[in-house]
């Protein structure tokens, strides 16, 4: 019996010096380390304050050129899934460029009506980020009354059908 768990150890030993070396040679890999904000170029005409506080609150991370950047940021593999969300989010709906084409505002207050924005995965670690109920009923109105609301699907076909 010694001698197999001497193979065990030995086995866990190499396994753990491999993954060790493994995440040390991924640092190296430079995706998702350039945390440098782009220039605000415009945001948009917020309907109040309030909104744009909430929005900055909890949205500004992955959604403007304004992102605080943590340090678990920097640290592969998880900078790359950062980096990815971030750009991800700028891609689709950015507030500090809202002078450009494509910016998706009108889906905001749908997404954050539905559960489906802040990402599940974000709020362990921006506790800012969580809103009361108000909070965030408050922000859902914002954000109909500063980008309008997407028409959905049910809406054409009502229209559809007069």
Not at 24 to 47: F, T
Not at 145 to 155: I, L, P, Q, V, Y
Request: aromatic fraction near 12%; hydrophobic fraction near 35%; glycine fraction near 4%.
């Amino acid at each position: 019996m010694s001698f197999k768990c001497c193979v065990s150890k030995k086995i866990f030993l190499k396994l753990a010096v491999a993954v060790f070396v493994l995440l040390v040679a991924i640092q190296l890999v430079p995706y998702g380390r350039d945390h440098s904000n782009p220039k605000v170029a415009i945001e948009p005409a917020w309907d109040s304050p309030t909104t744009r506080e909430l929005f900055f609150r909890s949205c500004k991370d992955c959604h403007s050129n304004e992102t605080t950047w943590p340090w678990y940021s920097k640290v592969a593999p998880i900078s790359w899934l950062v980096q990815y969300d971030v750009n991800k989010g700028r891609a689709e709906f950015n507030v500090s460029e809202w002078n450009r084409p494509k910016n998706e505002g009108d889906e905001a207050a749908e997404e954050l009506r539905e559960g489906e924005m802040p990402l599940w995965f974000y709020l362990p670690t921006h506790p800012e980020a969580r809103l009361s109920d108000t909070e965030r009923q408050t922000l859902i109105d914002g954000l109909i009354a500063t980008f309008g609301e997407k028409e959905s699907h049910e809406s054409h076909t009502e229209h559809d059908d007069d």
